[in-house]
């Protein structure tokens, strides 16, 4: 908690009695989560709940050389009542110590010092790795200083590094740099943690900072939650490093010290040195960064000098014209009554966009799909809930009528349920990042990036990872983790219900027990970072307005840090490009048969324009030859098809929404199977809800409730 002054206080009031503040005396300024991919091991949240439960005012996370886990942290911190205390651990790289690199803890004072930090972050990454590390020059500090605070990374500081050498002269040297340039906000770190050299260290900057007017601070560098959390993460460490754990070469950098200690049991560690503990609180109070979440932002988009709502309204209309002349004779004598379902379904849609403040979203996604279809790129006719926006349609964002289909526009958007839209856009792998490419250039390639996903130690990999470093025979670490289930998702503890042989072997076993309840700890940890397969953001700023960025070994690719969830919450607006072989499969075919086509002097194939009861592709179909055909193509799914027997196109639309553990699980699609063909009564749950008339909404599905815009139309007839 924090009160208008910044100052850190802790609320330790009783039912009886007003509230009292307690002034606390230790604010831990350095702790790392599994997001420091190198060596951290809790989540962000149960940091949160372990510092929570010590009654800690405020915590700082300090991630190596990363933001990935800000937005979980930030609303962890303010959920628990904690400050959150912004920062980053960096390698450094200086002149004074030419190849050998040192670290430097950097907290962040207000937004200047947030968008600061957020640059350094970014710019280590775009220079590519320096010792297989991202890396910080320390010039770049000079350029970045407002709003920072630098903790001197103790022992492993530059500072701390020539204090051990007895160099005086490179200390005056550094000393003076950081007196310069951070006057009042540059910190000697003491940390104690039963490592090597840290006493001595520690004596030697007590030392220093009396002579030089220094202040000094006391971290514990916090990489796990509790003593017993040290051996997994040693296997954690060694995990990354690569080494087994009997390895000698294996590097021992960490000590069982290194837990988020109480308030109480740093004022003893330091009862020697009280300045370092309060310290660590003045820089807590002074430490006061408000990252805006929630809050949507978008590129500006070219209207012609309208308004956007009003030009968005304008080619919306336009689109819908151009339509209805594809799908219906202006002349025939019902046109307006048949056009009238549209006009008054696209006003609907048209005032929910406009007032949600979402048209920009429907106009850039407008842009880049008729830029690839301008160009050539094949592009999918849409799919997921976008498909039920006549917007959509109107805009050719999507190829298929929402009203023929009876698809809701509410499951796409809906005013009581504010979320951003989401098209999900399909389009041919081999061309799809030449749209990515033409985005970049269209609104400027530091305002658009791919987003990061961070892989985990799943189930199985955790068991390999684990069974290798801690030296036992491939042989028997795969027997083990061929028992789990290779289902999607699956967990040691969903894999020990699944599976017998688990709980039967972890009894028996001792070897096993250990691994496995190594395991359990080390689950679902972050292991690496890699790349989105189809998201991508645009900024009206740069990136970096937003969300650092992280890059390969080489610089190059550069993803957001925060993952999907993350960077929408951070204001970034999320668009799906993703990439479809089956596309690539029909532009081939598509290609090869115009060559005949043209050379016998017909005309060459509009896709757009395939007759969807075409009876020859339905007999191929019957005969399950889908192999290559998108969502049809599995043995299951082949299975499926030769029993249910489709023969127009709502059956192929069935097959897909059947084929799922739902319906494969309840039994309703035997029921479906049954009643198409006429082996069992169609019959509808009219009489349980007290006469009430569904059958206009389930008849098209043998009244089975097979599809969400069925729920949402039940609903709607129960709630009258």
Known sequence: MANSMGEVMTDISTEAEPSVYVQPKFIHLRVHSDFSMCDGLKKVKAIIAKAAELNMPAIALTDQTNLCGLVKYYHAAHGAGLKPIIGCDFWVKSEELEDELSRIVVLTTNNVGYKNITELISKAYLRGHVQNKAVIDKSWLVEYKEGLILLSGGREGDIGKALLKGNTELVAEMVSFY??????????????????????YIHLAVELAEQKNLPVVATNEVMFLEPDNFDAHEIRVAIHDGFTLDDKRRPKRYSSEQYLRSEAEMCEL??????????????????????????????????????????????????????????FDRNAEDF????APYDERLKIELEVVNNM?????????????????????????????????????????????????????ERFLNPERVSMPDFDIDFCMDRRDEVIDHVAELYGRDAVSQIITF?????????????RVLGHPYGFVDRISKLIPPTPGMTLAKAFEEEPKLPEIYAQDPEVKDLIDMCRILEGTTRNAGKHAGGVVISPTTITDFSPLYCDDEGKNPVTQFDKNDVEDAGLVKFDFLGLRTLTILQWAIEMADVKLLKAGKEPIDITKIDLEDRASFKVLLASKTTAVFQLESSGMKSLIEKLKPDCFEDII???????????????????????????????????????????????????????????????????
Request: hydrophobic share 40%.
């Open 179 to 200: 007196q310069q340039h951070f006057d009042r906000c540059f910190f000697l770190e003491l940390v104690r943690t039963g490592r090597e050299n840290e006493e001595n």
């Open 270 to 327: 330091f009862s020697d040195i009280p300045e370092a503990l309060a310290n660590s609180v003045e820089i807590a109070k002074r430490c006061n960064v408000t990252v805006t979440l929630g809050e949507y932002v978008l590129p500006d988009f070219p209207t012609e000098g309208l308004e956007i709502n009003d030009f968005f309204i304008k080619v919306s209309e336009e689109g819908l014209e151009k339509r209805l002349d594809q799908l």
């Open 336 to 339: 307006a009554q048949i056009r």
């Open 357 to 409: 403040g979402f048209p920009g979203y429907f106009l850039i996604v407008m842009e880049f799909i008729q830029w690839s279809k301008d160009n050539n790129i094949p592009v999918g006719p849409g799919r997921g809930s976008g498909a039920g926006s006549l917007i959509a349609y109107s805009l050719d964002i999507t190829d298929l009528d929402p009203l023929e289909y009876d698809l809701l526009f």
């Open 654 to 720: 069935a097959l897909v929404a059947l084929f799922r553990p739902g319906p494969l699980q309840s039994g309703m699609v035997d029921n479906f199977i049954e009643r198409k063909h006429g082996r069992e009564e169609v019959s509808y749950p009219d009489e349980t809800w007290q006469h009430i008339d569904l059958k206009p909404v389930l008849e098209p599905t043998f009244g089975i409730i097979l599809y969400q815009e069925q729920v949402m139309q039940i609903a709607h007839v129960l709630a009258g």
């Open 455 to 467: 892989g985990t130690m799943a189930a199985k990999a955790v068991i390999r990872d684990v069974g």
